[in-house]
């Protein structure tokens, strides 16, 4: 709905839209100003100099007949009034005579001269002047007809929407007839910057080109020819010169800085003080420049130049074949590239990773920016890239909230069913563990034996294990044990393993028989192929007697009274459920009375610190060397893994770590 908004927005072009595009165009202005590369121009200003020296505005005409001789003694090609001059001269010497008090001898001398207004025709009529007109949208009663406009040559399939004016604001009867044509002094903009102005428009029923073309077409003797062009565009033309404008006759101007030798004072001009061949060919623009009377405009640069400077530029325009286009179907095409940007943000950026759809929102924006720009700088095209790519930007935001409040949703989702798997996981944990035998309490009232152990799965549970129970009245069998895998199917393994060891150890026999037993029950309920370590010990407790069998497992450490911790490298075989039928061999040792042991997990000697390093078979044997004589299977167990914990320094484990230490005191007595 948004995007749909959005779109529609754009393609209706309502005024604040407009004046949104016209700022994004004023920029494009600022980073390219136009370079003046030619100079058909020359402006005489009546500016704030010449005021002191000749009077304040409007001068006496026969001084601007004066100005006008004086230009025209440089030969120009065209001159034109930034001005008109629709009341009669009251400087003139009939107004004078009739001044109360005036002798009557002066007021019959000064009625005989001529008027200002004949001077001034005359010195209209002797040079190529074009004096300027304004259009009006009411009817002036003092110029209820238009004057005669130039012939125009149009080509045209179609009614051209030409700007129509009903009526104009000209000059004096006497000075229009004089001039060689008229030209449009309207600015064109109702806003305060002047970005377009009109070249042609029509006034009742002629069409009067602007004060710029017009006097660049008389300095250049050519006429005037109009002709459709594509894109909503007319082309008007005169000799070599063609441009293109709005199909209304209005054109947006590609303004270039103020430059100050553009203009040359009437000051100068009056006084001769110019260089030869200042004038000589060009098109002269005569404009008022004073600060005092307001006649001042602010182009897209941020600049405030004279209201005769525009016309110049925009002559400057013409000359150099340099003109801006705002195409009919512009706002249209903004808005199907906002629908197809949009689109893209919606439909493919989700299914981005993050960081790819990120890069894509970026190089779509900045690209659909610098197309503009490039369009701009290279092509004269008005387009405006900002409102689409914001209007997609804003899409994306929406299409990211969405997205992050499903994220959240989802995340609630995978919460809870974390919650309820950990609540799971600690409840198989609390089992796994309570599969597990206490020796403490097994052996409590046993004073030939002292035994402890302990497990910390890597995760919450493991398939790591260990067991020990009595068989008969005077032996003792344990088991260390480690299935392949981690997590809920190595525990759930586990706990068959350590059934099947159990009831394979109660039917007797010697330790190798035990496991050979145990296989041949393991292997018939192991359908995922896993495999067993184990390390399973049957002590006599009457003559210390320990029968072993190692299937793929650590060997187990022992030291006797007085001696130093040794690793005991019994005869074994591969891990259980590796090779079908394989029988173990046992092994057999008599312990000494005060003798301890300990079996542990590769848990222990491949823990890992945040370097990578192992524990390892030589930092267990150093903290295994540290027990004291009286050393008890508790502290035992518990002094190692304080050991491999300090080693580890709280890097995460990747295995279950499992101790088992036994101590035989030695038979009865």
């Known amino acids: 709905m948004l995007l749909a908004a959005l779109s529609f927005l754009l393609v209706s072009s309502p005024e604040p839209i407009e004046r949104f ?34 009077g304040q505005w409007p001068w006496p005409r026969t001084r601007v007949a004066e100005l006008i001789r004086r230009i025209g003694e440089g030969k120009p090609g065209a001159i034109g009034f930034d001005l008109f001059f629709p009341e009669p001269d009251r400087f003139s010497p009939g107004n004078i005579a009739s001044t109360p008090g005036m002798p009557g001898d002066a007021a019959k001398v000064l009625m005989s001269l001529p008027t200002n207004d004949s001077v001034l025709s005359e010195a209209i009529a002797s040079q190529p002047v074009l004096l300027g007109i304004s259009a009006e949208r009411e009817l002036d009663p003092r110029f209820p007809a238009p004057p005669p406009s130039q012939p125009l040559r149009t080509f045209a399939q179609r009614e051209l929407p030409i700007d129509r004016y009903a009526g104009h604001i000209g000059n004096l009867p006497v000075l229009g007839s004089a001039a060689k044509g008229y030209g449009l002094i309207n600015s064109g903009s109702a806003s305060a910057i002047v970005r377009r102005a009109p070249l042609i428009a029509r006034v009742g029923e002629g069409t009067f080109g602007s004060l710029g073309l017009e006097t660049l077409r008389q300095a250049l003797g050519e006429k005037l020819t109009v002709r459709e062009a594509p894109h909503g565009m007319i082309s008007i033309e005169f000799g070599e010169v063609k441009t293109l404008a709005q199909d209304d006759g209005t054109a947006w101007i590609r303004f270039g800085p103020h430059d100050g030798t553009r203009f040359v004072t009437a000051y100068d001009v009056m006084l001769n003080r110019l260089k030869p061949g200042t004038f000589e060919g060009k098109a002269v623009l005569v404009g008022v420049t004073g600060l005092g009377l307001l006649d001042f405009k602010t182009t897209p640069l941020g600049e405030l130049v004279p209201g005769v400077e525009v016309h110049a530029q925009v002559a400057e325009n013409l000359a150099a074949g340099v003109y801006l286009q705002r195409w009919e179907r512009a706002a249209r095409i903004e808005g199907a590239f906002l629908l197809a940007l949009g689109l893209l943000f919606i439909v493919v950026v989700p299914r981005l990773r993050a960081q790819r759809g990120l890069a894509l929102v970026v190089g779509s924006v900045g690209g659909t920016l610098v197309a503009g ?58 089992i796994q563990m309570g599969l597990l035998p206490d020796p403490a309490e097994i052996f409590a009232d046993e004073r030939r034996i002292e035994m402890a152990a302990l497990l910390e799965p890597a995760r919450t549970v493991g398939g790591d294990f260990y067991d020990c129970f009595m068989v008969g009245a005077d032996r003792v069998v344990f088991v260390v044990a480690d299935v392949s895998g981690k997590g809920l199917p190595a525990a759930l393994f586990m706990a068959s393993v350590k059934s099947h060891l159990k009831s394979a150890a109660l039917r007797g026999g010697e330790a190798g028989v035990m496991l050979t037993r145990a296989q041949e029950e393991i292997s018939r309920e192991n359908p995922e192929q896993l495999f067993v370590t184990a390390f399973l010990g049957s002590l006599d407790l009457e003559t210390g007697m320990l029968e072993c069998a190692n ?119």
């Not at 079996?599 to 030589?618: I, K, L, M, Y």
């Open 551 to 669: 299937a793929g497992h650590e060997p187990p450490y022992a030291r006797t009274p007085n001696g130093t911790p040794e690793r005991l490298v019994p005869d074994g075989g591969p891990p259980l459920c590796v090779i079908e039928g394989y029988v173990f061999p046992t092994w057999k040792r008599r312990l000494m009375p005060g003798e301890w042991m300990c079996v542990v997990t590769d848990g222990a000697t491949e823990s890992q610190n945040p370097r990578g390093e192992f524990f390892g078979t030589e930092r267990l044997k150093v903290s295994l060397g540290w027990m004291p004589e009286d050393v008890t299977p508790d502290f035992l167990v518990r002094k190692v893994r304080d050991d491999v914990h300090r080693f580890a320094e709280d890097a995460e484990q990747a295995d279950d770590l499992t101790l088992l230490a036994l101590k035989w005191n030695g038979g009865t007595v």
């Open 373 to 430: 720009l490039v369009a701009f700088a290279w092509g004269g095209l008005l387009f405006d890239p900002v409102l689409p790519a914001f209007g997609a930007v804003a899409v994306f935001g929406m299409v990211l909230v969405g997205t992050l409040a499903q994220s959240e949703r989802q995340r609630r989702v995978l919460r809870e069913q974390a919650a309820r798997l950990a609540g799971e996981l600690d409840a198989a944990r609390r």
């Open 21 to 54: 595009h016209a700022g994004v165009f004023d920029a494009y202005q600022r980073l390219f100003p136009l370079e003046r590369t030619a100079e058909p121009v020359v402006i005489v200003a009546i500016d704030e100099h010449s005021l002191r020296e000749f």
